[in-house]
């Protein structure tokens, strides 16, 4: 399973950006998959996921802001990210757990900075 993550870059604070993460491989159709975010400095912690069924949970440091979505067919998830702050530079990884098995994706970095 190989996950490719793709979106990051620089933005303005208030700014938007959209990260999008392509699953490949043996993917099982019952899954849930996600994107966290680790800051420098800082432990990896969870943005939002979202399961096959389109149940969604997310950070209470981006609802409101940041929306997750998928396209189960394509095995890829979203996540729109709008009103960025300074303090969501991170590196934002993708996630897919499968079977009780995390897989992750390289990372992309994303810097909110005027």
């Known amino acids: 399973v190989q996950l490719q993550a793709f979106g990051g870059g620089l933005v303005q604070p208030g700014g938007s950006l959209r990260l999008s993460c392509a699953a490949s491989?043996?993917?099982?159709?019952?899954?849930?998959m996600g994107w966290y975010r680790q800051a420098p400095g800082k432990l990896r912690e969870l943005v939002a996921t979202i399961t096959s069924g389109g149940a969604t949970n997310s950070a209470d440091s981006v609802r409101g802001r940041f929306t997750i979505s998928r396209d189960v067919t394509k095995n890829t998830v979203y996540l729109q990210m709008n009103s960025l702050k300074p303090e969501d530079t991170a590196v934002y990884y993708c996630n897919l757990m499968m079977r009780g098995v995390n897989y992750w994706g390289q990372g992309t970095l994303v810097t909110v900075s005027s």
């Open positions: 491989g043996s993917i099982f159709r019952m899954n849930n």
